[in-house]
Structure formats: structure tokens, C-alpha cells
């Protein structure tokens, strides 16, 4: 692999000098921070990305417990930006979420945090404006324990450590990222090989499976929804620690700092031992393997086995389409075997087994918590053996490869054992972490129990808190001092990782006093989990989820500790109108089939709850005619699967001399020219079939049926529209790309037509 | 019309031939290590890329010849590809779980000392413990007490392993090996209520066919089994299990702390807890 990554302005590194002041044995730690555009290449092609003092990821920031950070951001970008401090204990006002505690830091302006460091442990920082994270902005923070300190633990403490910072990169703008997300757009899908189309359905002896899924309106399923062309550590596919000798024990302080994605850890010299997670000490544990959710951080210690040799440290995405490396100790690269592809049928039937038809899932309890019964385990063949029915191509050539190799029949069974056997794996789950120290709060302090549903809804994007978007909720008030206990049940399809700003929380665990303290806590589907915390810094503090396309689709809260006086945010009512804005913006999409009959197309603006669409017909002369059909609608429900709306129709379409139009209910129409006001619903049937019923001024009723994107195989999708006007439309397109498909269709207005079809 | 239709063909014909070649060539010999004669065939298709590398392995010298696009890839990444598929070479250490997989005459002599973390070879040197410790059984009668319940328990543990890969032939096998065990110690010591029952139950679970019911004996099973684990020597821990939800909260021993739970498959392998530890 080749380093892409290259560092545009390094000489800025130099600039960024770190100085230190004595008083009174406390140290004033101050760095500067350049945030420039840049641009770089981690896949094949130049892109926009942002580095600060040249770098990506951000430079690692190091103090000691009791230090002062002083750090002065210069914005030499075109927009604003802002930085937040994951995971540090702070004054509200440097906490860095712009329009809750500050406001954005402008372009070509100074800002300076400045706050004492109270806390030891791995955190780090990212920028908490736009989808600046996305494109460069993350780094490690390391906060080191004093040696004095009577928690230091010698083995563990004074061990060499280095910052292992995670992340992803795609070539497409975040923003877009997000904009498809919200359209359905399934190339994403395609890319990553998990449509799961009827065709797939059948080879993999699934077809039933797949109908259920549509049955119960749900879409393919997947365990995360952005293809990513680079997984990256430290901004590399792969990089060495040459420095590490055998015998050595490293400790490895890692941050998720990705966008939306759970990284499996893993190493290729043996057990992982976790010694801390997301800056807190844990009782060191020992395990196989680890998922790292977005915007954790693990502290791990691993050991070097054996002289010459450099032991893969791997990172494989939770979709397993690919991995970064980071190979430790000097000598010839060992390798560990990738994670073998998800079983995605099997993880599809389980989803079958969990929804209910009204679009809820089981309610589970605390039988589930803690990251202990993982349902996506269906999925991986690692724990619960190879498809056993499988008939795809793979199989047969590994099969071939078998014989040719002078494996006797056995071979099979062999194999199989192989997959069954390893799941002796040990992986890590919430329920294995132990505080080292007592982590019980106070006793005397009132207690305000809160419960948190979360709610979501994958076909049009929305992720949002007992089913409500940041923008639709104020803010949540909390005494100061208070303990706030929250159970949070996850009732959506997504895992989530939600975390709370300036406080670390208990995750109630088996280690009852010992319960371990983070500040994101994993909730997989149908988990309850029961976090609490004592709330003794004033201010207003972001709870969300940190997977930032869910951010941004509105999975917020904000908790309001005491009456908080913000110097940096004078008018605050009028900053959190803007907030609530900017999570619930509206996203644009458009499509045009340019077919031999003619055009076909449609617009849409939707946000959370809106949707204005535009759907158009034109003919290439007057006797096939020209439709505009405009809706404004709301969705309402838990799903949105209802949606009223009002609309305005035109056409024009000259008509033969005679020609007269029925429609089912016998009316008649014989009018060339038509501009109409109406009023509907559309309820989405079963098979994701989408029934409309709109009754026009003039006393017209018409009712329709329409199923679009039927996923028949990997790239082709089919279409079926029916009306009581007796029109009637069916569809074929074959997609070439993110943007353009091939498209035939029938219309029973325009006849048969061919075309090219693009969207954005 | 058909001029076209010529040129199009003839395109489409030029088209292959430039596929075919390799820009921007670049050639590289390196050492990978192989013994068997299939070898060659894995390496090479391992290395080989649709107009990106192409590799060429002599099978007597053990050299391998890249030569690819070095806009496009590197020697190391075609390199690593064919570590992963199973071979050694001067960059890389082909994963020990995929060299363990290779047929048995293409096993070559590693420049490293055998991987002792490895998951797999752990399990089944375990499975052979066990077959070789019921044939010194027949031959050899004085055998210790706690070799006896240590016998016990291991075949116990791998027929709680079929039930947690949900294997009904597995469980089939298992279960009878345990009974055999069983039966054998009951030999000795014909007055052990406690042995006579988990006969009896692993009897039912040999008979039965559904696995939901063979569950439910083998949660019947967990009591007479921790008695036993409680009373002998033991050589290494053993955890008592328990699942809050298979029939209103069962359990069942381990010899890993982590959770397996043997009683709903691999469906909710990691539910449950441990509920007491036994040294």
C-alpha cells in the first residue's frame, strides 16, 4: 500500500509550539491550532479535506493531570468552525458545540479555549460544526496520570503508549453523504455488495425470507449505511511501529474518531487486554476481540511474541467490506485472517423474528443490555459457521480449490468444524468492564429518573428520541447536583452510540458499585440499558448519538443543568433556534428519465416531517401530453407511514376529436387543459406498496397503487403504478452508476419509451 | 450498416488486447515459500489482477514473479495477497488460521515458531485428549477418581459445545461419548446416584429428536454435573452458568469464564451470566 496521505503544509507542525510555564508546580499548557484547507489523496483521487498545522488526523494534544490547557484556534478556512473536547470534564462555555455553548469561530478569527484538566485517560477532539469531522477533523487527546497519582499502576501506567486515532474516508461530500442517506439512495448498497435483491434472495434459499422482510415494510438491512473507500489508522491503510522489540508490551490508546463506523479490533500476536475505556480505568481484561463504536475509546495493551516479527494490529469495519493495519514490532509483517463476509440473510431473518408488523420491535427488557446477546452474531460465520446452503460462486471455487488441493471428502466436515469450533472467541461486551475504583454516587443527592426510547426510521432517514427530533423538543431542565438516572431502550434497527458531553456516566453493570464510568455508551436494537450520573456542572450539554449522520437527522437532546450564565453565548434562546434549525435541514433530490416517449421525473424537499414533491410527465407533442403534479405533505406516525397531503395538478393533453376519458367510477373528462387543487393521503401497504387517495376540486376521486425500486437483482430494479383513471405504468431500470440508470418503462399515456435516466 | 458493425467489432477486439497488457509494467522477483505442486496454481491466482499484476511462481527455486502496474498497486500489496492466501513470503507471514487450513503435504517449514494463541488448534487438541483418553479407559483400569470426573466433565463440555453450535449430529456423537464415559465410571462405582441419573438423562437426550426437548434434559443435567464438579479435584476452573430466560432460568457449566450459552444456539450465544465460579 502506498502512503497517499500527503501532508500539504507540514511546515505549519513546526509552528504549532508548545510551551510551558511553572507556577506553583502547576503547568500552563498552551497549543495553537492552524485549521486550513487542504487537499489530499487516501484513494486515487484529490479531494477537499481540512488539516489542522498541516496535519490529518489533528495533532495529538498531551497534558498531565492538574495542567491548564490554553489552546488558541485560528479559522484560516472559508466557513466557521468550532472543536469540542470528547469526554473531558469542563466549564460549559469551552465545551465546543457551537449555538449551545458558544458561537461558531468565524472565518480568518482567533479563538483560545482555556480550562483546568481535572481528569487522566485517553479522549480526543473533533470539530463539532458542519460535516467538518468527516474530512479531517479529529485528533487524539491524551490526559496523563501525575506519578504521584495513588491510582497510577505500575505495569500498565508506565508502559510505552501510542495514539491510535480511527477513521474513514469516501471520496463523495459528507453532505451528500447525508442527502442520500435521507433519498434512499441504495448505491451504497451496491458498492458494498449487501442489496440483498430477490435474486440474491433465491440463490442464497432466502426468497422467503426476503418477502417477509418486504411484508413487514422494512428495507435491506445492513449494520451500517456508508460505503467507505479507505478505513484508516493515524490516515494510513496500513503503517508500522518499527521501534517495538519482541517481548515489548505496548499500550495502544485508541479513539473511533469515524463518521458512522464500529471498528472490530483485533491482533494478529494474540489477546487484546483492555485496560481502560473512554478515559477511565477498567480491571485489565483479556479477550479475542473488540467493537469499537463511534467516538469510544479503548485503551488496550498487547505484547510482541517473538523476535523479527511485526504483528498485525487490525481494524475491520463492522460491515467488514475492508480494514486498516497497523503492524507493531520490526521484521516481517504477521498477518491475522480477515473477518470473513456477513451472512446478511441470516441477519434479515433475525430481523424478520424481531420486528412487529406495526413496525415496533420486542420489547426484550433488561434481558438484553449490555452489548451481551449480540443479535448480528447470526451474521457472522466466524461464530455460527458458513452459509451451510450456500451456492454462490466463492464456494464452488474454494470447493475446486479443495479437490485440486488433494483434500479427500472430509475436507467439508474439515471446515465446517473450523468455523464452529473458533466460537470459543472471546469478545468484549459492557457487562466485562470493571471500574477499578468505587463509582457509586452520592447517596444524599435527589434522583430524577428519566427514559429515553430510541426511535427511528430507516426508509426516509429519520433518527430521533421517543420518536421526536431535536427540533421538535426544548430543552430538558436538571437541578444542579441532581442525579439523572436514564433508561434508554433502543426500539430502532441501528445500534446507536449516544453520548453525553462534560460528564462521564455509570453503566450499570454486575460490578454494582464498581459499574464502569463512560460517555458513550453502544446500545445495540431491543438493549435497555440503565446509565446515571450526578449533574454538577451548570450548563447546557449535548446528549446524542455520535454516529454524525444520525446527529444530523435530529437523534439529539439537550440536558439543562442549573441557570448557567454563558459569556460566549449572549443571546442563548435565539442560538438554539438556529440549532434545532440546522438538525432538521432540509434535503433536495431530483431525477429525469430522458426516454424516446418522453420525459419522466420528479423533485423533492423533505426535512423530517415534510415532504414538497414534484412529479412530472412530458410528452414530446401535444397528443401524449404534459402532467405536473405537485404534493405538499406531512408524514405523521411513528413510521411515516401515513402521509396527507394537498396538491396541485395540471395537464394538458390534446385529445382526439371524440375522445372521451372515463375513469373507473364512470366519470368522464374531455377537457384538453386541466389545473386542479387537491387533497390525500398516501399509506405505505405491505411489500412497501405505496396506496394514494386524492380527491380533486371538481369532485374527482382517484385512488392508486404504486410499488417503485423493487430490488430484483444487484443493479436492476423493477416498478408497478396502477390508477382508477386506468392509467397503468410498469418499469425496468438497470443502474450504471450513482447517478445515471438505464431505464424502460410502459405508460399507458405515452407507450413504450427508453431513456437514460439521472438523479441526483 | 455493416461497416459499423465491423468497426465495433474490431474496437471491442482492440479493446481485449490492451486489457490484456499491463501500463506502467514494473517486474519484482521475491522468495514465497510452498512445497506442494498446487501451490503454484493458489499463488499465482492469488497474485493475478485483470490488468494490474500478473505473477508467475517457480515452484523449484520458490521465487515468485510480479510484475505489475505500479500506478495502480504495489509489489507489497500483491504480496500480502498472497500471505493471505496461505504462504509465507519475505514481507509477509501468511495468517496462522489459513496456513493451518492448507492440505497437509502443503505444509512447508515456517521461519517461525509454531503460534501457540491459535483458537482453533486448541479445540480440537482437546477433542483428541478426550478419544485418546477413553482408549487408554479400556485398556487401562486403575485409574484415578479425579481423572475420572475430569474425564467426565471434558465430555460433558463438548457435548455442551454441540448444543451451543446447534449441531444435532454433533450432539448425537457427544452425547453418546458421554454416555459411554459414563457408563464405564458407573462400572466402578455402580452405587453413585448421581451417575446413574446423568446416564439416564443422556439416554433421553440420545432418543430424542427435537432439539428444543434435548435441551430440556440437558438443563436437567446441569444439577447432577455441578454436584460432581463440586466434589472433585479440579484441574482447572469451571464456571456455573446460568440463562435467565430458557425455561424460567437454567443453567449449565463451562470451562471459559465467557458465555456460550448452549441453550438457544448460536441465536443468543452471549446471554447469560456466571453465577458462581468453581476451583
Known sequence: MKAHFRIQHWFYAVIAFVFSVNLHAQKRVEYDLFVRDTIVNFSGKQKRAISVNGQIPMPTLVFTEGDTAVIRVHNQLKESTSLHWHGLWLPNKEDGVPLLTQMHIQPGTTYTYSFPIIQNGTHWYHSHSGYQEQIGMYGSMILKKRESDVAFRKGIDDLPAVPVMLSEWTDLKPGNVQRMLHNANDWFAIKKGSTQSYAEAVRAGHFKTKLTNEWKRMLAMDVSDVYYERFLINAFSESQLKQFKAGDKVRLRISNGGASTYFWLRYAGGKITVVANDGNDVEPVTVDRLIIGVSETYDVVVTIPEKGISYEFQATSEDRTSSASLFIGEGRKQLIEPLPKLKYFEGMKMMNDMMNSDGTMNDMGMKMSLQQMDMNTVMYPEITGETKNKISKKSEVSKEEDQKMGHSESSGIDHSLHGNSSSNITTLNYGMLKSTENTELSTHASVKELQFKLTGNMNRYVWSMDDKVMSETDKIPVKKGQILRITLYNNSMMRHPMHLHGFDFRVINKNGAYSPLKNVLDIMPMETNVIEFQANTEGDWFFHCHILYHMMAGMNRVFQVGNYTNPSLPNKEKAYKMLQHESNMTHFMVENDFATNGNDGMLMLQNARWALNSEWALGYNDKHGYEVETHLGRFLGRNQWFQVFVGFDWRYRKMGHHEVEKNLFGKKNTKDERALLSTGFVYTLPMLVNFQAEVYHDGNVRLQLMREDIPVSKRIRAGLMVNTDREYMGELSYILNRNVSLRTHYDSDMGFGLGLKLNY | ?279
Open chain 2, 1 to 279: 450498416m455493416k461497416k459499423i458493425y465491423l468497426l465495433v467489432t474490431m474496437g471491442l477486439f482492440s479493446c481485449a488486447t490492451v486489457f490484456a497488457q499491463i501500463k506502467n509494467a514494473e517486474t519484482k522477483t521475491f522468495k514465497v515459500k510452498a512445497k506442494c505442486v498446487s501451490s503454484k496454481e493458489i499463488i499465482e491466482s492469488a497474485g493475478n489482477q485483470k490488468r494490474i499484476s500478473t505473477v508467475s511462481y517457480n515452484t523449484d527455486e520458490g521465487i515468485a514473479t510480479i510484475k505489475f502496474d505500479n500506478t495502480k498497486t504495489t509489489a507489497e500489496a500483491i504480496l500480502k495477497k498472497i500471505a493471505l492466501s496461505g504462504f509465507d513470503n519475505e514481507q509477509y507471514f501468511a495468517p496462522d488460521n489459513v496456513y493451518e487450513k492448507l492440505a497437509a503435504d502443503c505444509k512447508y517449514t515456517r521461519d517461525k515458531k509454531a503460534a501457540d494463541h491459535s483458537v482453533h488448534s486448541n479445540s480440537t487438541h482437546n477433542q483428541s485428549k478426550i478419544q485418546s483418553h477413553t482408549q487408554t479407559l479400556h485398556e487401562d483400569h486403575e485409574m484415578h477418581a479425579d481423572d475420572k470426573s475430569d474425564l467426565v466433565l471434558n465430555a460433558y463440555f463438548n457435548m455442551k459445545d454441540a448444543f451451543v453450535q446447534a449441531d444435532q449430529s454433533e450432539i448425537l456423537k457427544q452425547a453418546t461419548l458421554f454416555k459411554k464415559i459414563l457408563d464405564n465410571t458407573l462400572k466402578e462405582t455402580p452405587s453413585s446416584q448421581n451417575l446413574t441419573s446423568l446416564s439416564n438423562l443422556t439416554h433421553k437426550i440420545i432418543q430424542e429428536k427435537d432439539i428444543k426437548k434435548q435441551r430440556k434434559f440437558f438443563a436437567e443435567l446441569t444439577q447432577p454435573m455441578y454436584k460432581l464438579a463440586k466434589n472433585a479435584k479440579l484441574k482447572s476452573a469451571v464456571y456455573y452458568q446460568n440463562c435467565p430466560m430458557f425455561e424460567g432460568g437454567s443453567n449449565w457449566l463451562s470451562k471459559d469464564s465467557a458465555i456460550k450459552n448452549p441453550f438457544y444456539g448460536n441465536q443468543m450465544l452471549s446471554c447469560g451470566s456466571t453465577v458462581e465460579t468453581l476451583k
